[in-house]
């Protein structure tokens, strides 16, 4: 099992920044990607941005290109995704996935976290 445990979600103006943390612990040799996903109030989850195991490969949703970056510390075990420029269509609750293959399906995940709130609102 893995457990997968996201942090960061806040209240944000509109041009300002966030950083979200997914911490991941357990049997973390079954993981070979993680990815970010949100679900805006009404709308289906969507794919945001994915991150190998290793950091060497990365990719984002077209919406996020240029704004978001997805980084990760092996050492401590954790992703970061880094929001520039948000937008109020950003708000929505972000969930942290891990999963045994590198992808942008939602069903290649096995585990997910609980998701935090990010609101973009002046």
């Known amino acids: 099992q893995v457990q997968v445990v996201e942090s960061g979600g806040d209240l944000v103006q509109p041009g300002g920044s966030l950083r979200l943390s997914c911490a991941a612990s357990?049997?973390?040799?079954?993981?070979?990607?993680m990815g970010w996903y949100r679900q805006a109030p009404g709308k289906e989850r969507e794919f945001v941005a994915v991150?190998?195991?290793?950091?060497?490969?990365?990719y984002y949703a077209d919406s996020e290109k240029g704004r978001f970056t997805i980084s990760r510390d092996n050492a401590k075990k954790k992703v970061y995704l880094q929001m520039n420029s948000l937008k109020p269509e950003d708000t929505a609750v972000y969930y942290c996935?891990?999963?045994?293959?590198?992808?942008?399906?939602?069903?290649?995940?096995?585990?997910w976290g609980q998701g935090t709130q990010v609101t973009v609102s002046s």
């Open positions: 357990g049997s973390i040799f079954a993981i070979s990607s």
């Open positions: 996935a891990a999963g045994p293959i590198y992808g942008t399906r939602s069903y290649q995940y096995d585990y």
């Open positions: 991150i190998s195991w290793t950091g060497d490969s990365t």
